[in-house]
Every structure is written in C-alpha cells, then in structure tokens.
C-alpha cells in the first residue's frame, strides 16, 4: 500500500476513534469494557501530525467525501467497493502497488486493498 493511503487509512482510524471518545454513551461503554479513554489529547495530536504528511490534495478530497459519505476510505473485498458494492475493474488491483491512490469510479470514495 502506498505512503499516501496508508496515511488516509490510519486518519479515517484515528477520526472514528475520537468520535467513539468524545460520544459520551460510547465512550462510557468503552470505560465498562475495561479500556481507558484518556488519550483524546494524543488522539488528536497524532491527527494532526498525520495530517501534515498528507498531500493536500489527498486531504481536500477526504475531507468532502467524508462530508459527503461519512467514510471515505472504503477496503475492497472481492472485487466489490464496500462503500457502494460496485463492482471494481481487475485492471484496478494490477496498479495498486504502484504510487496511487485509487478511486471507485461509480462512488468516488477512495480505496484500499486490506
Ligand atoms: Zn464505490
């Protein structure tokens, strides 16, 4: 996976995990489960030093498909874009190693193979 997406990955990661902290019914599940959730600071450091890696033209365009979708980062699971079960191109997997990042074609969400 290239440096881009990985990138992309572990932000979408890190929002949903913030989100989860800072939603207070969650975030109390959470503590009964046993995890502690005092880190919401560090969370959003590392967002923000992550951020910083990325290309802005990377980080426009997550930022209106997160507006847009919720999740922008979807994986893709035999052959199916998990964000709108299009039907992804074989042609599509041969390009994913190289310095790329991938778009669904009938959603426009960004990919990734897991
Ligand atoms: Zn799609």
């Not at 893709?76 to 997997?93: D, E, H, K, R, W």
Request: proline content about 4%; charged content about 25%.
């Amino acid at each position: 996976m290239n440096q881009q997406l990985q990138l992309l990955v572990a932000i979408q990661d890190l929002e949903q995990m913030i989100r989860d902290t800072e939603d207070e019914t969650r975030a109390r599940e959470f503590t009964e489960m046993g995890f502690t959730l005092n880190g919401l600071d560090n969370l959003k450091k590392s967002l923000i030093e992550l951020e910083t890696q990325l290309d802005p033209r990377h980080r426009n365009y997550y930022r209106k498909l997160t507006q847009k979708f919720g999740h922008a980062v979807v994986p893709v699971i035999g052959n199916l874009c998990m964000g709108c079960f299009a039907n992804i191109p074989s042609s599509f997997v041969s390009v994913t190693h190289e310095n790329k990042v991938l778009h669904c074609e009938n959603c426009g969400r960004i990919l990734y193979w897991p």
